[in-house]
C-alpha cells in the first residue's frame, strides 16, 4: 500500500530557531500533498496544499510566510515553521494524494512530527 | 461558510457498548464524506461514504450518509477498549485541489 513518512517524529527547539519537517511518499508519486496541523484534542486543520512544482496554496489564515512550503519533487514536500515560537507548537501531519487515486482512500497520511517550541 | 461539526464532542461508554457518532455539514460542492479513526499518530482510513442510503461495514464498524439531511453516521456495535480513539469526519469537495476538511472530531474512550 502507498507509505508516507515524515521526519523527524519529534522536534524540539528555542525560540527564534527555524524548523524543516519532511514529507515522503515513500512508494508512489505524489502531485499533490497537504499539510495538516493539529492542536491538542483538536481536530485536524488544512494548512495548505502542495503541488509539485508550484507555489503552495494556503488556507485562510495561514501565514506564508511563517510556514514555508516546497514541493521540489514528486516524493518530497518540506514544510519549514520559520522563527518558530511556543504558540506554533503542534502536531504537523502531511498527506499525499497519489496520482491515480483509489476509489476508497485518496490521501495517505505520514505519522506525524510533534513540535515543541521553548 | 462550509462547516462540519460532529457530535458528541467526548463519549465514555463500556466495553460491549453501541455508540452512533454523528457527523453533519454544510458544504458546497460536496462529492464524498470520510470517516478516520486518530490513535495516537495519523488518522487511519475507515469509509469513504458518497451515496446516499449505502452502508458500508467493516467488521463492527458500519456507516452511512444521508445527502437530503446532510449527515452522516458511524456506529460501533460491541465496542471494545481497542476502539478508544478519536474519530474524524471529513468532506471533500468537487473543486480540483481534492483537499479535505475535517470536523471537529468525537473522542471515545471505551472502559473494560
Known sequence: GAVVSQHPSWVICKSGTSVKIECRSLDFQATTMFWYRQFPKQSLMLMATSNEGSKATYEQGVEKDKFLINHASLTLSTLTVTSAHPEDSSFYICSARAPRASSYNEQFFGPGTRLTVL | ?112
Open chain 2, 1 to 112: 461558510e462550509d462547516k462540519v461539526v460532529q457530535s458528541p464532542l467526548s463519549l465514555v461508554v463500556h466495553e460491549g457498548d453501541t455508540v452512533t457518532l454523528n457527523c453533519s455539514y454544510e458544504v458546497t460542492n460536496f462529492r464524498s464524506l470520510l470517516w478516520y479513526k486518530q490513535e495516537k499518530k495519523a488518522p487511519t482510513f475507515l469509509f469513504m461514504l458518497t451515496s446516499s442510503g449505502i452502508e458500508k461495514k467493516s467488521g463492527r464498524l458500519s456507516s452511512i450518509l444521508d445527502k437530503k439531511e446532510l449527515f452522516s453516521i458511524l456506529n460501533i456495535t460491541a465496542t471494545q477498549t481497542g476502539d478508544s480513539a478519536i474519530y474524524l469526519c471529513a468532506y471533500r469537495t468537487t473543486s480540483g485541489t481534492y483537499k479535505y476538511i475535517f470536523g471537529t472530531g468525537t473522542r471515545l474512550k471505551v472502559l473494560a
